[in-house]
């Protein structure tokens, strides 16, 4: 199944559409439906599709060229380099055509002076013909650092980049359309919005069925995606499994995790900045800090299948080689709804812009002792935030209503306080300065 990306398809359209030659580059974390979708333009638009792998960079150009024989049923072409075989790929078309290549990362390894083929390739030629080219990269690291940066010999030719990244949970019922709302957060919080991932769940089986079969068995496919990734894209990944599964245990500071791990402090920022590059982990400052010069940072980790992996199937692996799948399990069931909290502040956080408030800008806030799961601001008002995965009854309402009240930040000077409360559900309850939703109003 296909997922609907009707933005990322209206770009691509676009740029076919286009009266300029095209130069597009696409790149996102493994598993995150890059290739479907320029495979998906296949159905309207001639594509020239190719899967670069570690050869020799001229080899790599004549199985591009034998690749596009193949498909418009033309003799073998021989050729010397990838000029010849742009020129052979466009000759056997009379109109616009889509040239793709995937996994160019690949090349880039196998030498890197196609970097600088690439780029007079353009200059001198492709810039003037009928093209949209289309370089694909599932490593975030080169794609940002070798292809888009300033340094970069590619840099200032591409047209449109696009960074495919995971959908959000209020499309999952494209792939879940019988579960309830519960569920879909639990699916959520266990692999995220990549489509890769949630095809393996199985609809008809209960989410608790779902687990077990794709993470709690050492031959199935999620309990080995994980360290597959941080294998493929880093070189130390020992090291980074140590991080992920300090921080995935509530080590969020880089003192504490550094104690966790038994590394000095002063190594681990080129292990942290890596982890941010890839989208795995993000810096976390109170809201209204900045980033730069507060020294109050937090380590999150912000890829739902990361976390999962890393606080639920990592520490128990050995239990799940050996078959104890019973017990691994237990421990998961008797933590995840706790899990779960920190997952849907997050939901709340990423969907708090559709509700109905005229909100500009939130994020966490904490100071001490004090903390409050959101706060938001408008041009005259600021909201604080409490999000509970419960069922709330009128008597937790209060509590809570409360218990916001009594925490003073320094945001709220000469503008007007309301309150948000967030809950699965919620009774009715009457105060002018409350907002309250329910699970349905967040990703119904």
């Given at each position: 199944?296909?997922?609907?990306?009707?933005?990322?398809?209206?770009?691509?359209?676009?740029?076919?559409?286009?009266?300029?030659?095209e130069f597009?580059?696409?790149?996102?974390?493994?598993?995150?439906g890059?290739?479907?979708?320029?495979?998906q333009?296949?159905k309207?638009?001639?594509?020239?599709?190719h899967l670069?792998?570690?050869?020799?960079?001229?080899?790599?150009?004549?199985?591009?060229?034998?690749?596009?024989?193949?498909?418009?049923?033309?003799?073998?072409?021989?050729?010397?380099?990838?000029?010849?075989?742009?020129?052979?790929a466009?000759s056997q078309?009379?109109?616009?055509?889509?040239i793709?290549?995937?996994?160019?990362?690949?090349?880039?390894?196998?030498?890197?002076?196609?970097?600088?083929?690439?780029?007079?390739?353009?200059?001198?030629?492709?810039?003037?013909?009928?093209?949209?080219?289309?370089?694909?990269?599932?490593?975030?690291?080169?794609?940002?650092?070798?292809v888009?940066?300033y340094?970069?010999?590619?840099?200032?030719?591409?047209t449109?980049?696009?960074?495919?990244?995971?959908i959000?949970?209020?499309?999952?019922?494209?792939?879940?359309?019988?579960?309830?709302?519960e569920?879909?957060?639990r699916?959520?919080?266990a692999?995220?919005?990549v489509p890769?991932?949630?095809?393996?769940?199985d609809?008809?089986k209960?989410?608790?069925?779902n687990?077990?079969?794709?993470?709690?068995?050492?031959?199935?496919?999620m309990?080995n995606?994980?360290?597959?990734?941080?294998?493929?894209?880093?070189?130390?990944?020992s090291?980074?499994?140590?991080?992920?599964?300090?921080?995935?245990?509530?080590?969020?500071?880089?003192?504490?995790?550094?104690?966790?791990?038994?590394?000095?402090?002063?190594?681990?920022?080129?292990?942290?900045t890596?982890l941010?590059?890839l989208?795995?982990?993000?810096?976390?400052?109170?809201?209204?800090?900045?980033?730069?010069?507060?020294?109050?940072?937090?380590?999150?980790?912000?890829d739902?299948?990361m976390?999962?992996?890393?606080?639920?199937i990592?520490p128990h692996?050995?239990?799940?080689?050996?078959?104890?799948?019973s017990d691994?399990?237990?421990?998961?069931?008797?933590d995840?709804?706790?899990?779960?909290?920190?997952?849907?502040?997050?939901?709340?956080?990423?969907?708090?812009y559709?509700?109905?408030?005229?909100?500009?800008?939130?994020?966490?806030?904490?100071?001490?002792?004090?903390?409050?799961d959101l706060?938001?601001?408008?041009?005259?008002t600021?909201?604080k935030c409490?999000?509970?995965?419960k069922?709330?009854?009128?008597?937790?309402?209060?509590r809570?209503?409360?218990?916001?009240?009594?925490?003073?930040?320094p945001?709220?000077?000469?503008?007007k306080?309301?309150?948000?409360?967030?809950?699965k559900?919620?009774e009715?309850y009457?105060?002018?300065?409350?907002?309250?939703?329910?699970?349905?109003?967040?990703i119904?």
């Open positions: 199944m296909f997922h609907n990306r009707k933005d990322e398809l209206k770009a691509l359209e676009t740029a076919y559409n286009s009266s300029e030659p597009i580059v696409i790149y996102g974390r493994r598993r995150i890059k290739t479907s979708l320029v495979k333009m296949t309207d638009y001639p594509v020239l599709y670069a792998e570690k050869l020799p960079f001229d080899q790599q150009a004549l199985d591009f060229a034998e690749q596009v024989a193949d498909e418009t049923g033309s003799f073998k072409p021989q050729v010397s380099d990838w000029k010849e075989a742009f020129e052979f466009l078309f009379d109109r616009r055509v889509i793709a290549i995937d996994e160019f990362p690949y090349l880039i390894n196998a030498d890197d002076r196609v970097l600088s083929h690439f780029q007079k390739l353009w200059d001198e030629y492709l810039s003037e013909e009928d093209i949209v080219l289309i370089l694909i990269g599932s490593s975030i690291s080169i794609m940002e650092n070798e888009l940066d340094k970069s010999p590619l840099f200032g030719r591409r449109r980049p696009m960074e495919i990244k995971e959000p949970i209020g499309s999952f019922r494209d792939f879940f359309p019988s579960s309830d709302h569920d879909i957060v699916i959520y919080g692999c995220g919005g890769a991932y949630l095809k393996r769940f609809g008809s209960t989410f608790w069925e687990i077990s079969d794709n993470f709690f068995h050492q031959d199935r496919y309990f995606e994980p360290v597959f990734i941080l294998q493929q894209e880093l070189r130390e990944p090291a980074y499994k140590m991080i992920l599964k300090a921080i995935s245990g509530g080590k969020h500071r880089i003192g504490k995790i550094a104690n966790e791990i038994h590394r000095p402090v002063t190594d681990l920022p080129r292990y942290l890596k941010e590059r989208r795995i982990i993000e810096k976390e400052v109170p809201y209204g800090k900045s980033a730069e010069r507060s020294r109050d940072t937090r380590y999150v980790i912000k739902n299948l976390l999962f992996y890393f606080r639920y990592y692996r050995g239990l799940i080689i050996k078959g104890n799948i691994a399990m237990g421990k998961l069931k008797k995840y709804n706790r899990y779960l909290g920190h997952i849907y502040e997050r939901i709340v956080k990423e969907n708090i559709d509700l109905d408030i005229p909100i500009q800008r939130c994020g966490r806030w904490w100071h001490k002792d004090k903390e409050i706060i938001a601001e408008s041009d005259n600021v909201y409490e999000v509970k995965w069922n709330l009854s009128f008597q937790d309402i209060s809570i209503l409360e218990g916001l009240k009594e925490i003073k930040t945001f709220e000077k000469d503008k306080i309301k309150y948000i409360i967030v809950g559900e919620v009715e009457q105060d002018e300065s409350l907002h309250l939703f329910g699970l349905q109003d967040i119904g």
